[in-house]
């Protein structure tokens, strides 16, 4: 048997093949190589995508703690670590907190595992914005020994929390790191690689996001409520009700107007939670005719109120209506005050017709009398008649001037001089007696009462006032006294009748303006109902107080007091 001729002798050929594997082995090598880099960037590019599309969108309330809670465990599995947790920084203490969900830290190690924002790992990522690896947490100098220790830990990647903010074309505008967010103790005794860096710092981005979308909820719940607790303590009825006819909110002031019971949120059909036929009826309007629409409604329950309803559209940034909101204002009042305006009126016409009557009869008598018929002495008391009678016009015209400047806001002036109060009660009281037969009018001071400063004319007219009110509402006569005593810096007087007393509903309204007690007595004793008015306010431009205290049918008593002295400015008192 020969050899070809070829043929390399074997041991030649052996070493040739030996060669040709070895280099075969190399270039797998090499493949090897290349395939397990291509495996590491494909499982990152898949892991970047599964955190990408494990983050939920921006929802408008995220469920913080879960969401994160997610994304904890994700990150420790996919970085093969055994703990990870995230701190915020809290600028007020300066320290790094730790957050729960966390991963492999029971709540108590979350609650403890804190540390100075310029401590150890975590201190060093927040304060230069960049990872950190250290693979000897134990060894390595720049860690927090305690926390190490606390939390078991052997190796670390840190990486920053970063909060962008971008403006409308996605450009990053601003950064800002709040917090950092820890894997520890790579699994299977390894260590954290670039790689887990790179992969780290995208989740961390993606954690930011949330946590920065949470705290926006948070600003804008913040900012809702606020919104809610003021439309809810403003004195207008709101409702708002969608364009499916749905009350979707009625805030206190409405559900008191509109007689609903129910509290907290309202989401029920209108014509279910509204009553009123005419309310339903202004909204349902706005709503048809998607305009605005207004209209006065007079309610009977649960009291006898006037409502001014207003509606509006609510729309959406394309224009298209969403809902109507109506907002009702209890003009009750100023109905009220108008009725009491027109019935001032026709009482003011009624006041000043009756001394002018008086006047122009005792005047054309005397006229006509060419004959000398009446005796000076009747002549005199004629002349006497239409005087006072002249006095009460022009008392009434002063008081009507006096009520309008108040109106206006304009505040009473109040000139003072030294006045002594037993002598100008004695005199209001004299000329009152004038008046009277019916009526026992007594003075009562009992010690000696210091001479005060104010306004003399004004204090006549408050006792005038008061004491021709006590004979007027004690038709049947009976004791009328005034009693005035020294109480500290004041002077108090204490005007006593016997007569009809006040209603005790009635005993603050009958101070307003043109508030009369509407009984049969008192329409016959006829009045403007502004005396009490006037009275209130001259007393208060003194910085004196003024009440009553009264039983119907057992006489009222009025009392007021006046400082001796006008108190000085920022002492308070003057009104009007
Ligand atoms: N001493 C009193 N006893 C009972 N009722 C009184 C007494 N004083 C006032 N009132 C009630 O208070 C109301 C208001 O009194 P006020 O003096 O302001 O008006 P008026 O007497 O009706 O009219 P005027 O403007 O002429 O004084 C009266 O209409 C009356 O109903
Ligand atoms: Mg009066």
């Known amino acids: 048997m020969t050899l070809p001729q070829d043929r390399q002798p074997p041991e030649q050929e052996l070493a040739r093949l030996k060669a040709r594997v070895q280099e075969l082995e190399a270039e797998l090598e090499q493949y090897k190589g290349r395939a397990g880099d291509l495996d590491k960037q494909l499982s990152a590019e898949r892991a970047e995508r599964q955190v990408i599309e494990s983050t939920p969108p921006i929802s408008p309330t995220p469920d913080l703690e879960q969401t994160l809670g997610r994304l904890v465990k994700r990150i420790a599995m996919i970085l093969q670590a055994e703990k990870c947790v995230f701190m915020l920084h809290d600028p007020e203490a300066g320290e790094l ?216 559209l609510i729309r959406d940034e394309t224009g298209q209506p969403t809902g109507v909101v109506a907002i009702f204002n209890d003009i009750s009042e100023i109905r009220n005050v108008e009725r009491m305006k027109s019935a001032f009126v026709a009482t003011v016409s009624h006041e000043l017709r009756t001394p002018l009557t008086g006047i122009k009869g005792f005047i054309s008598t005397l006229l006509s009398d060419t004959e000398g018929f009446f005796d000076d002495e009747s002549r005199r008391e004629f002349y006497t008649i239409i005087d006072q009678e002249c006095d009460r016009l022009t008392r009434l015209i002063s008081d009507l001037l006096n009520v309008s400047a108040i109106e206006s806001g304009r505040a009473l002036e109040v000139n003072y001089t030294p006045v002594d109060p037993t002598s100008l009660i004695e005199k209001t009281v004299s000329v009152q007696r004038s008046y009277t037969d019916k009526h026992e009018l007594r003075v009562e001071i009992p010690e000696r009462l210091p001479r005060i400063m104010a306004d003399e004319e004004k204090l006549e007219r408050i006792l005038t006032n008061l004491m021709n009110n006590a004979t007027k509402y004690s038709p049947h006569g009976g004791e009328v006294v005034v009693r005035a005593v020294r109480e500290g810096d004041s002077i108090v007087v204490a005007v006593r009748d016997q007569g009809i007393g006040v209603p005790k509903d009635k005993q603050t309204k009958i101070f307003e303006r043109f508030e009369r007690v509407d009984t049969r007595d008192t329409r016959e004793a006829g009045g403007a109902g502004i005396g009490l008015f006037l009275v209130k306010h001259m007393i208060e431009a003194h910085g004196g107080t003024i009440g009553v205290e009264s039983e119907v049918g057992n006489g009222s008593t009025f009392t007021f007091s006046i400082p001796v002295e006008p108190k000085r400015a920022g002492g308070g008192g003057g009104s009007a």
């Open 97 to 312: 907190v730790a957050q729960r969900p966390a991963v492999g830290l029971s709540d108590e190690q979350v609650k403890v595992f804190r540390v100075r924002a310029t401590h150890g790992a975590s201190g060093e990522a927040f304060r230069d914005a960049k990872p950190v690896v250290l693979d000897d947490a134990v060894g390595d100098p720049r860690t927090v020994k305690e926390n190490v220790a606390l939390l078991n830990i052997r190796n670390i990647a840190t990486v920053p929390l970063v909060m962008e903010t971008r403006d409308e074309q996605e450009r990053v505008v601003e950064k800002k790191t709040i917090g950092v967010l820890h894997v520890f103790n790579k699994r299977f005794g390894g260590m954290f690689s670039d790689e887990d860096v790179r992969l780290l710092t995208i989740m961390a981005r993606q954690a930011a996001a949330v946590i920065a979308s949470a705290q926006l909820y948070i600003e804008l719940k913040q900012e809702k409520d606020k919104l809610e607790a003021t439309l809810e303590s403003i004195l207008a009825g709101v409702m708002v009700v969608d364009m499916k006819g749905k009350v979707t909110l009625v805030n206190q002031a409405g559900r008191r107007m509109l007689g609903l019971t129910q509290e907290g949120e309202i989401s029920a059909p209108l014509d279910e939670v509204i009553p009123d036929e005419r309310i339903r009826e202004l909204v349902k309007r706005s709503m048809t005719s998607q305009k605005e629409s207004a209209a006065e409604i007079e309610v009977k329950k649960p009291a006898e109120r006037v409502y001014q309803g207003q509606t509006t």
